[in-house]
Nanobody, 115 residues
Framework: QVQLVESGGGLVQPGGSLRLSCAAS????????MSWYRQAPGKERELVAA????????NYADSVKGRFTISRDNAKNTVYLQMNSLKPEDTAVYYC????????WGQGTQVTVSS
C-alpha cells in the first residue's frame, strides 16, 4: 500500500524555521520526482519545490527561492523541506507529492506562520 506521511508542521513566528519530512512507502521511491506543494485557504494548490529522482536537480517557486531547501534521502525513502525565514504568507497546508509512472499525495501538514 502506497503511503506518503508528512510531519514537522506547526506554528512558528515570522522569521522562524521548520523542517518538514515526508516518509514514503509502497513504491520505488528512488525513481520518483518528489515535490512539496502547498495550499492556502481560498487559493489553488501550488508547487513549492521539487527534486528529481537522482537528487541532483531541484526547482523552486520564486516566492521561496533562497529560503526553502528541498532534499531527499533515498536510503530512508524520505524527502525533506527545510523552511527558513518564514513569512505569514507561507501559511498553508503543505503536501508531499511523488510522481513518475503514477502520482501519489500525502495527507498534508499544516504550517502556520504568525506572531
Amino acid at each position: 500500500q502506497v503511503q506518503l506521511v508528512e510531519s514537522g508542521g506547526g506554528l512558528v513566528q515570522p522569521g522562524g524555521s521548520l523542517r518538514l519530512s515526508c516518509a514514503a512507502s509502497g513504491f520505488t521511491f528512488s525513481r520518483y520526482v518528489m515535490s512539496w506543494y502547498r495550499q492556502a485557504p481560498g487559493k489553488e494548490r501550488e508547487l513549492v519545490a521539487a527534486i528529481i529522482s537522482a537528487g541532483g536537480s531541484t526547482n523552486y517557486a520564486d516566492s521561496v527561492k533562497g529560503r526553502f531547501t528541498i532534499s531527499r534521502d533515498n536510503a530512508k525513502n524520505t524527502v525533506y523541506l527545510q523552511m527558513n525565514s518564514l513569512k505569514p504568507e507561507d501559511t498553508a497546508v503543505y503536501y508531499c507529492n511523488g510522481r513518475w509512472i503514477r502520482e501519489y499525495w500525502g495527507q498534508g501538514t499544516q504550517v502556520t506562520v504568525s506572531s
